[in-house]
Every structure is written in C-alpha cells, then in structure tokens.
C-alpha cells in the first residue's frame, strides 16, 4: 500500500545552524508534496509545498527539493531559529487527494 | 481560526457511552478528512469524503462511524470505545486536485 517514511525522527541543532529533513514515498504516481509543521497543542499548518513538475522550492529560510526518480523529497530549514521548534511531518498524495504522512520529526532549536 | 472549526475540544467519555465529534468547513472545499494522531501512530488517515461520498475507510473498528450531511459537514459518531481510542481526532478538508489541506484544531478525546 501506499507509504511515507520520514527521517529522522528527533533532530537536535544549534541556533543559526541548518536542519534537513528527507522523505521517501512509495506510490510513484504521487504528484503533490506537502510540509506541515505542529507547535505543541496546535493544528498542523502548510509550510511549503511541491508539485512533481519542479524540482526544488523556495521561500525564505524554507526549502523543499523533490527526486521523483528516486521518490525522495526533502525538507531544508536555514539559519534556524528557537521558534523553528516542532514536529515536522511531510506527506505525498495519494487517491481521492489523500494525503499520507510520515511519522513526523521532532525538530529542538537550541539557543 | 482557518475556516476548520472542530467541537468539541476536549471530550472525557466512559466505554459505555455514545458522542459525536463535529466538524464544520468554511472553504468550499469538497473533500473531508477524518485522522488520528497519537503517539503510537501520528497522523492515521481514518476516512475520506468526496463530494459527500465516502471514497475511504481505512480499515476502521465500526465503534467509529463517519457520516457527511453536506459538503459543508463532517461527524464522526462514536460508541463503546476502548482507552487504546484516546487521542487527538483531527479533520481536514482540501478543494482536491492535488492541493493542501486545512485543519482543524481538533477534538482531543480521553476514553475512560
């Protein structure tokens, strides 16, 4: 069936460094990648999104780079920021517009 | 608020008895989503309505049982529950075509 595995699960960096988050996917007739990230107590919001026919996206600190070859997609945050801190899930469209997610990743900023 | 309103809350029930969970979409959105997120399992799709049509059930103990008046509406009725149920249930809707969802806030539900 259709699947999303997220990495890593926890990721620990120091504030201004970089955080990467990578995605796989199963269903290659997926087309839509979204990120979503949850504050703690809060909603999962969008917070960028790619479709198949690019192949990287930008807005600001935020970047998301898409391998439909290898069914790999990737999450990239730059100069983080304490408030960066959350869970991070990515997602790959499947059917019907659902979208099914990866585990999460559990993202501490450090002063 | 995003145009996803989820009542109620926080919903404490016993095994025994019978809530619903309410779910109301703003957005002219045409597809609805039920999920699961708990610690075990983040993010669990439960059922997906399109166009008022349920098009998805994923394997889901009938304990659970979704229903769509209208487009607008989503509810998850629920009976006999078992502690293992207690979660955060979110909805979700997206106007289709490969585009984001919006969710709500969601029910966080304790069964005791």
């Known amino acids: 069936g259709e699947n999303v595995e997220q990495h890593p699960s926890t990721l620990s960096v120091q504030e201004g460094d970089s955080a990467v988050i990578k995605c796989t996917y199963s269903d290659s007739a997926s087309n839509y990648f979204p990120w979503y990230k949850q504050e703690l107590g809060k909603r999962p919001q969008l917070i960028i999104d790619i479709r198949s026919n690019v192949g990287e996206k930008k807005d600001q600190r935020i970047a998301v780079t898409l391998n439909k070859t290898a069914k790999h997609f990737s999450l990239h945050i730059t100069e983080t920021q304490p408030e960066d801190s959350a869970v991070y899930f990515c997602?790959?469209?499947?059917?019907?517009?659902?979208?099914?997610f990866g585990a999460g990743t559990r993202l501490a900023v450090h002063p | 608020e995003t145009g996803v309103t989820q009542t109620p809350r926080h919903l404490v029930m016993g095994m025994t008895n019978k809530k619903s969970l309410k779910c109301e979409q703003h957005l002219g959105h045409n597809a609805m989503y039920w999920y699961k997120q708990s610690a075990k399992k983040p993010l669990e799709l439960m059922f997906v309505?399109?166009?008022?049509?349920?098009?998805e059930n994923n394997s889901v103990p009938s304990r659970f049982s979704p229903e769509c008046p209208n487009s607008s509406h989503l509810f998850l009725h629920l009976h006999t529950l078992q502690p293992e149920d207690s979660a955060l249930y979110l909805c979700?809707?997206?106007?289709?075509?490969?585009?984001?969802?919006?969710f709500g806030s969601g029910t966080r539900l304790t069964v005791v």
């Open positions: 309505y399109s166009l008022e049509e349920r098009v």
């Open positions: 997602a790959a469209v499947g059917g019907y517009n659902k979208l099914i």
């Open positions: 979700a809707s997206s106007p289709g075509q490969g585009r984001g969802y919006t």
